[in-house]
């Protein structure tokens, strides 16, 4: 089993930063995937970031990319999710992700284990 905890999340005016942690522990292995989801108010969930643990490979969504930066601590088995200039619809429970697999998938159902997730408000 994997266990994945988030932390955080919070209140933030528009234009200000966040970061987000995610601490894997558990079953984890060399090879996987870290990923960032998230979910608004009467919205899908969505895929925000993902980083490759063997090599560092990454991606971002369209809606992130030049704002978000997804990180690692390979020491403390936690990834991070540095957002900037945020906006009021980056609005969302964000939940990380892990998927024990050497691709890096940005559908949430190729995700095996997830974090419960944290709160991030925007205001205007």
């Known amino acids: 089993q994997v266990q994945l905890v988030e932390s955080g999340g919070g209140l933030v005016q528009a234009g200000g930063s966040l970061r987000l942690a995610c601490a894997a522990s558990?079953?984890?292995?060399?090879?996987?995937?870290m990923g960032w989801f998230r979910q608004a108010p009467g919205k899908e969930r969505e895929f925000v970031a993902a980083?490759?643990?063997?090599?560092?490979?990454?991606r971002y969504s369209d809606s992130v990319e030049g704002r978000f930066t997804v990180s690692r601590d390979s020491a403390k088995n936690t990834v991070y999710l540095q957002m900037n200039s945020l906006k009021p619809e980056d609005t969302a429970v964000y939940s990380c992700?892990?998927?024990?697999?050497?691709?890096?998938?940005?559908?949430?159902?190729?995700?095996?284990?997830w974090g419960q997730g944290t709160q991030v408000t925007v205001s205007s």
């Open positions: 558990g079953r984890t292995s060399s090879t996987y995937t």
């Open positions: 992700a892990l998927d024990r697999s050497f691709t890096i998938s940005t559908t949430a159902d190729a995700y095996e284990y």
């Open positions: 980083i490759r643990w063997s090599d560092d490979i990454i």
